[in-house]
């Protein structure tokens, strides 16, 4: 959810975690590795973007104070500087200066949260100039001139439809995409490696291991199995225990397989043939034993179908996700008069985070909150918007805009980010501070009524800006991840979009309509 300015970099300045009060302890650059530590007494929510004049990255870190002067340090190479600085009373800036002529590029970027108050940012080798951010095609903007991206469809066959960034269309395609299911109908450990026979489909596969080295982890998307395996194997292959188990709650589904090995093993490597996936330390020259020919023990899931156009009628959408199906119905009128503040996060020159194929968390939440706002004055509410274009808001202006009118209860829009390198990661949350609980709960209820197939990340309370400075029942709800992905590729489709602006509808007329309101 937190703010970043580059395209990789983007989405990895980010970590799900209430802002609190803090100071910066410490930071330090080290010029021979292009490498920024820091690390703060409280857990921080950083916020980056490029600042010209001259260029440089602006790391801030909200409600962070120094805990020592303004700072500066100067260095060759590629960085000219990095100062650190107050901007205001209640924001810390670290900024990296960049000698005359040099861009950052953000695809050398990487960023790692060591722990909540502990950061580092390694820049890479000598950077390449910046390219523009790829742009989410609105609802409304059809009209307008808009750029047109290398790789949109526009530029081959005329559609005006919303095209999907070629990043993302790339990571879609490694993972299945909208190819059939790979079932998963039996699993054979032998002295060459593993393998597991599958039908329907084949998978994306993707290796990993534990950092103490002692579980090798491989991912199978767009693959489910109806029996998961749990075995003590002996130490064939170098495995001691394996386990292969179906992702509970995702869509498209996932198996995941787990090796215990001993620490001082071979990595492994995974690669799909006919009817296979077969896996095998690297190196190895043992043939690897296929599991008999069973038939399968249930039918593999139905495509998932592309998403139908959206039904403006004020009814439920037409809907992405036809399994299971989740129209419930219309939205109730309110019965009551109640004003509602709708804050879609970030906006001009904040783009939020920045995910997968450069999708931009400002774009995408302005266009949910747009849909939130129509929605709800559709069924009678009093809504102001805190920006209905990509225009730059303070947090301060967002809650003095709130309280000054009196808001019923006021709702914050925003993704969520993981960090580019956890593509893994996904799901909706809602927060709230203190008043807001029971409309949290609403709105979460609803949002998982209509999508079962997203993970739920549940209901928490966090101490963010908007929240701890709204005098009146307020919540924040993260749609999903925009470096997730599944839920990138959901935040870039215009007909998901709607479909969550209905269902945070729903969760707070549901709310406001309760009894004792």
Sequence with gaps: MAAVGLL????????????????????????????????????????????????????????????????????????????????????????????????????????????PTQWTVELGGEPIAQQ???????????????????????????????????????VLERSGGN???????????????LALRVSGGTPGITVNRSPDRRQIEIWLDNASISNGVDRLVGGRAGVTRLIVTPQRGGYPPRVRVLLVVDPSSPDWQARAEESL????????????????????????LPPRPWPRQPDNSGQSPGWVNDYPDPRLGGLPMLNRRVRIVVDPGHGGRDPGAIGIGGLQEKQAVLDIGLQLAALLRRQGADVVLTRDDDTFISLDGRTQLANRINATVFISVHANSAGINRPDVSGVETYYHQSGGQLAQAVQQSIMRAFPFMRNRGVRTARFYVLRNSRMPSILVETGFVTGRQDAALLTNPTWRSQMAWAIARGTIEYLNGPGR
Aim: glycine share 8%; proline share 14%.
């Design 8 to 115: 990789g970099l983007l989405g990895s300045l980010v970590a799900a975690l209430p802002a609190q009060a803090g100071q910066l302890l410490n930071w330090r650059f080290d010029p021979a590795r292009n490498q920024l530590s820091f690390t703060t007494d409280e857990g921080v929510q950083p916020r980056a973007q490029i600042v010209s004049g001259p260029d440089r990255l602006a790391i801030d870190l909200p409600d962070t104070t120094l805990a020592q002067p303004v700072q500066e340090q100067r260095f060759g190479g590629m960085v000219r500087a990095v100062r650190v600085g107050q901007p205001d009373r209640n924001t810390t800036r670290i900024a990296i200066e960049f000698q005359p002529g040099y861009r950052i590029d953000p695809d050398r970027v990487r960023v790692r949260s060591l722990s």
């Design 132 to 170: 523009p951010p790829q742009q989410l095609v609105l609802p409304g903007q059809r009209n307008r001139p808009q750029p047109t991206p290398p790789n949109s469809p526009n530029n081959s066959n005329g559609s005006d439809r919303p095209w999907i960034p070629g990043a993302l269309r790339e």
């Design 179 to 193: 190819s059939p299911i790979a079932q998963v109908e039996g699993v054979e450990l032998s002295e060459g490696g």
């Design 277 to 300: 996936v077969i896996a095998q330390p690297i190196g190895s020259t043992t043939a690897v034993n296929p599991p008999a020919a069973n038939p399968p023990t249930a039918n593999p």
